[in-house]
């Protein structure tokens, strides 16, 4: 396992490169040229040149550029295309690379490994495997790791500390390198420098790899365990429409009473016969409209809205629908102005259970009671309010308030209000736990590389599906 180039930053990978070759050109004033070949994982050890730097005879510009064709261009050659086979010339890159050792070229019309020529130029070459250790790159905890393999089948590399991360290649002028000169100590030296520098590039990355994926993991969990709790809580959010379907119960109940005692019939009912029959009346429309609106009528009878709510459901379900009708199917002035007043007559029948002269005919119930559970359950419910249903609760323990179902529906209220309030403490303290899991996922991570999406900004999605319902 060697360092890739594409799992580290290249461009940090290239400019170390860039950086050697300039410093050899410094050091050694025979040198004409510099090449870096990157080495590939196990076991392919596919080779493929990465930096090449020509300097000028005055020793002032560098050029960077491939100068010609190579068979180690993009994609490189693999292990088995280069290394020592019968038949085949042999090359220093094999040599550098599968005995961990430098070759030097310091005669190339006697050097047996200059027949087939690197890179196809002609040159007095030294070339210096860069080396990193096993160890550094936690090789040695793979016992069965897939070593290379010579012609003759033995495994390159496993009795080695190291393995060949890169290979330089330097070509001097003519005659002017020896085999085991000061200048391949020193092309040495630079390359064990050059070694260092990849892997401590690669370190970096591998760090950052791994902090992105960690948070990248952090994230997800935490996503996934806010989607599942928030699937759970949002069935939960049931619950307040049970609640207000309750409270609506009582308040039937409590105008029925009314009724009843005043044997009166409801002016709701009164209103919306009258409606029905003005819809008749209308020549001319379309039936299926004409169901429609009946249809309505038929619901607002059977609702029991606190007022407020009840003037809303009133004006889009049936007023605007009636003036829609009205607008497509013209009928004779005085039916306008009859469905006007009984829509009137209809927005006022929805205050018949708060009506004070009418409660104050119904004698059997205290009007401090009264009063409080009037108050109680024709108030707006637009959101969970503990300490109103404890109220409420309260009123309905009396015995004087004659509710068909008062025992009942305290019970039912009670052990909603039970479930209501644990769900809200599941969301508050999940949202808190969530939040401190993900607590300095900011605080310096280079976001770079996380993907685009519900999770790009970092943050787990709120999870606020009873936002409505609880204060």
Request: glycine fraction near 4%; proline fraction near 4%.
């Amino acid at each position: 396992m060697t360092i890739d180039p594409k799992l580290s930053n290249e461009a940090e990978v290239r400019k170390a490169c860039m950086g050697m070759i300039e410093t050899i050109f410094l050091c050694l004033p025979d040198v004409l040229m510099g090449t870096i070949y990157h080495v590939g994982k196990m076991p392919d050890l596919v080779v493929k040149r990465t930096a090449c730097g020509t300097i000028d005879d005055e020793r002032k510009n560098i050029t960077w550029s491939l100068p010609s064709v190579s068979e180690y261009d993009d994609p490189g050659r693999s292990w088995t295309d280069y290394r020592d086979e019968p038949g085949r010339s042999l090359e220093a890159m094999a040599w550098c690379i599968e005995r961990q050792k430098r070759w030097t070229s310091e005669d190339p019309a006697s050097d047996i490994r200059h027949s087939r020529p690197l890179d196809n130029d002609e040159g007095f070459n030294h070339l210096e495997p860069v080396l990193v250790r096993k160890s550094d790159l936690n090789l040695d905890m793979y016992d069965s790791f897939d070593y290379p393999r010579n012609w003759n089948g033995d495994m390159i590399w496993k009795d080695s500390e190291y393995v060949v991360v890169a290979v330089l290649k330097i070509q001097f002028r003519p005659y002017t390198i020896k085999i085991n000169s000061n200048e391949t100590r020193v092309i040495k030296k630079l390359a064990h420098s050059l070694g260092t520098e990849i892997l401590s590039t690669q370190l970096r990355q591998d760090s950052l790899n791994t902090m992105r994926q960690l948070a990248m993991d952090r994230l997800n969990v935490c996503n996934v365990l806010a989607d599942s709790l928030r699937n759970a809580i949002a069935k939960f959010g049931l619950i307040f429409s049970v609640l207000k379907q309750e409270i609506g119960f009582l308040r039937e109940q409590w105008e029925q009473i009314l009724l009843n005692y005043s044997e009166k019939e409801g002016p709701k009912a009164m209103v919306l016969r009258d409606l029905e029959a003005l819809l008749n009346e209308c020549v001319s429309a379309d039936e299926g409209m004409k169901k429609v609106l009946s249809d309505a009528h038929t619901k607002f009878l059977e609702i029991c809205l606190p007022p407020e709510q009840g003037r809303k459901w009133l004006e889009m379900q049936i007023i605007k629908r009636w003036e829609k009708f009205l607008d497509k199917y013209p009928q004779k002035e005085s039916i306008n102005i009859r469905a006007g007043h009984i829509f009137d007559e209809l927005k006022q029948s929805l205050y018949f259970g708060i009506d004070s002269d009418i409660a104050a005919e119904y004698d059997l119930i205290s009007d401090d009671l009264k009063s409080e559970w009037i108050d109680l359950i024709y108030k707006n419910t637009e959101s969970f309010n503990s300490s109103m249903l404890d109220r409420l609760i309260n009123v309905l323990t009396e015995p004087s308030l004659n509710i068909p179902s008062r025992e009942k529906s305290r019970k039912n209220l009670i052990q909603l209000k039970a479930l209501a309030e644990t769900i809200n403490d599941l969301e508050r303290n999940t949202n808190f736990l969530l939040n401190q899991v993900l607590k300095g996922q900011d605080d310096g991570i280079d976001r770079e590389g996380i993907p685009e999406g519900d999770n790009a900004t970092g943050k787990v999605k709120e999870n606020n599906v009873l936002s409505s319902f609880f204060q």
